[in-house]
């Protein structure tokens, strides 16, 4: 006989989950819910506690993190359940897919479309950076639409790996992230502060415009060696048409040194970002 799953009997009385599964992620399965008076939907994130065992600590942070978060380019949270195996979170829905899907479909972006997506992507790290919260994992695959509409907002979720700040300046010290997109003091773990997001942003402007990652290898060490040498650089074969102001931010949000490198505000009043006659659209 076909089992049906079981949730805790509080998550069924306000919620209907249904059989439809958004993602997987490392530490979550998400499933479609829809709540059982309004008839809206919303997402529900299920860790199974044997999912995280010893890293129970990374969980903590997630919750505190999701209660806080209000805001347009923020997946935020609206229930938090919990059984003897899993945990349970109803937050938003983004039914629109990852980021990382429609580049790969797409294989890159208009300079006009992609300075969009960057700008929503700042406007949430400005936000979660004003609350003192550093995301810790901006990839493609935790930038999710809101909607399948071509004009749908961007959403930043999977706060899995940020954690509240003390204090303004602490350094977080935890040696994780995602290669590719992970900034040189995070390998070096010489600092783990609001800059690596900002890093992580110059990997993605790079790659949505472009198509192809700034730094990469043949395995993680010779990936992480790239990363550390901070080297990338604009080919010619695929940069010759892409402007020059998209090229500066890359520049400054690619910076190596976390004290130098732009901070989100600062990026959001950069040229290329408020100016959509520079970010006009490419001409091949
Ligand atoms: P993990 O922390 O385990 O990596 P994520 O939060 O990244 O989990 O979720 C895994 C995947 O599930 C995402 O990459 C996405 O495809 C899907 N997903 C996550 N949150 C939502 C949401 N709010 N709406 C729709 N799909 C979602
Ligand atoms: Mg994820």
């Known amino acids: 006989k076909d089992e049906e799953p079981t949730y805790p009997a509080e998550l069924e009385r306000v919620y209907k989950v249904t ?31 044997k999912a995280i065992a010893g890293k129970e600590h990374m969980l903590d ?13 923020i997946v935020s949270m609206h229930g938090l359940y919990e059984s003897k195996d899993a945990v349970y979170i109803v937050t938003d829905l983004a039914g629109g897919g990852e980021l990382f899907q429609q580049l790969l479909k797409k294989g890159n972006y208009t300079e006009k479309d992609a300075a969009n997506l960057i700008r929503q992507m ?27 509409d071509e004009n749908a907002s961007l959403m930043i979720t999977d706060f899995g ?10 350094v ?13 003091e995070v390998l070096l773990q010489t600092g783990y502060g609001k800059p690596v997001d900002l890093w992580s942003v110059g990997v993605i402007t790079f790659t949505l415009l472009s198509g192809y990652t700034p730094f990469w290898g043949d395995d993680q060490a010779s990936l992480f060696e790239s990363i550390i040498a901070g080297k990338y650089e604009f080919d010619e074969d695929y940069w010759s048409d892409i402007s020059d102001p998209a090229k500066d931010l890359i520049n400054k949000l690619l910076t190596f040194e976390p004290s130098k490198r732009i901070t989100a505000d600062e990026a959001l009043l950069h040229p290329w970002i408020t100016n959509d006659q520079v970010a006009g659209p490419r001409t091949t």
């Open 19 to 49: 059989r439809k599964t958004l993602g997987v992620g490392s530490f979550a399965v998400v499933k479609e819910c829809i709540h059982r008076t309004t008839h809206q939907a919303f997402a529900l994130k299920i860790i199974l506690k």
């Open 61 to 73: 942070s997630e919750l505190d993190i999701l209660k806080q978060v209000r805001h347009p380019h």
């Open 122 to 148: 700042l406007e949430g790290l400005s936000y979660l950076h004003k609350c003192d919260i550093v995301h810790r994992d901006m990839k493609p695959e935790n930038l999710l639409f809101q909607t399948t």
């Open 161 to 170: 790996l940020s954690k509240i700040l003390k204090n303004h300046d602490d």
């Open 172 to 184: 977080l010290t935890t040696a994780c992230g995602t290669p590719g997109y992970v900034a040189p």
